[in-house]
């Protein structure tokens, strides 16, 4: 009876978790994004429960690329083909970009590791809040993201069970080619303005995600299972900024482009409780998306180490 309380307290609080120039032209344009280099880690939290967590995350496959809508059509060589009409100033001739783009064009450059720690600060037996802290680097960019969160926890004899929420700004670095491109239809010998801008910036970028943790905790145990899933969104690119070329400066209408990516992950493993304060991780994670075209799921491994204050 007293397992079936609180399962039926477990599927009640994930239901409640549950819970996007100028002068030479004054056509509107539509803003294609053709190509992005994104640099920054991916929004992680790292499986398993313990009142202070740090960890060390080394990441072995460190680019992924995959397809984000937005692109331009392309020839038949699979690029867009404009013609130079004048020093800097290109038209797109009609009937030359007729056929979907089929490339990717996302990369993700992910850091060589990423150093942080969570801290769950109890403010009843099953509610904590947490916050926390990363840092990022690789041969070209370093980065700090911040994390703020709650968790509800659930302890029985033999297991125990978390929902966790979290909201965490992430710094990213992105190099970007915007292609501006009027906005009507063309035909025959009929030409309209194509304008390149190429964005180098770094953005603060929010990301949230929801996870639910499930371990054992059999006293005669040694090695003890654990299993995480965990659900989110993630900004892949944010390009608000105004663009300040000349030929673009006084257009208005066009939109920015802001990119999302919602992912699941699955996380799986066991730990083994050094003493009544600490407790070691093993596991393996499986992370994809399901919102970004022929993005390959990475699987990665993990070691953890977690503390627990106020234990004896």
């Not at 009609?94 to 056929?99: E, K, S």
Request: hydrophobic share 40%.
């Amino acid at each position: 009876m007293k397992f079936k309380m609180a399962l039926i307290k477990i599927v009640s609080m994930a239901i409640l978790a549950v819970l996007q120039l100028s002068c030479v032209s004054q056509q509107p344009i539509i803003r294609n994004l053709q190509d992005v280099q994104l640099e920054g880690g991916m929004n992680n939290r790292e499986a398993g429960k313990a009142e202070i967590t740090p960890y060390l995350r080394i990441n072995q496959d460190r680019t992924s690329t995959a397809q984000l809508e937005g692109h331009t059509l392309v020839n038949s060589d699979g690029e867009f083909e404009t013609v130079e009409i004048a020093p800097g100033r290109f038209v797109e001739m009609a009937g030359t970009n007729t056929i979907p783009f089929e490339g990717n064009n996302l990369r993700w450059e992910q850091p060589k590791y990423q150093l942080g720690f969570d801290i769950v600060v109890p403010l009843t037996s099953g509610l904590g809040f947490t916050a926390a802290v990363e840092s990022s680097q690789s041969e070209t960019f370093s980065s700090l993201s911040y994390g703020l969160g709650g968790n509800i926890a659930i302890e029985e004899k033999y297991w125990g069970a978390e929902i966790h929420g979290m909201l965490r700004a992430q710094e990213f670095t992105y190099s970007a080619e915007i292609v501006e491109v009027e906005d009507k239809q063309i035909a025959g010998n009929e030409t309209r303005d194509v304008f390149f801008i190429q964005l180098n910036s770094r953005s603060l970028y929010i990301n949230r995600s929801m996870s639910l943790t499930l371990n054992s905790k059999h006293p005669d145990w040694i090695l003890q299972p654990f299993g995480q899933i965990e659900a989110g969104s993630q900004d892949l690119t944010k390009i608000e900024e105004d663009l300040t070329e000349p030929l673009i400066s006084r257009i208005n209408n066009a939109e920015g482009l802001e990119k999302r990516g919602g992912y699941v992950s699955v996380a799986g493993g066991f730990y083994i409780n050094i003493d009544s304060n600490q407790r070691l991780l093993v596991g393996m994670r499986r992370k994809s998306f399901n919102q970004i075209e022929n993005f390959e799921p990475i699987v990665d491994g993990f070691i953890q180490f977690t503390y627990t204050l106020g234990k004896n």
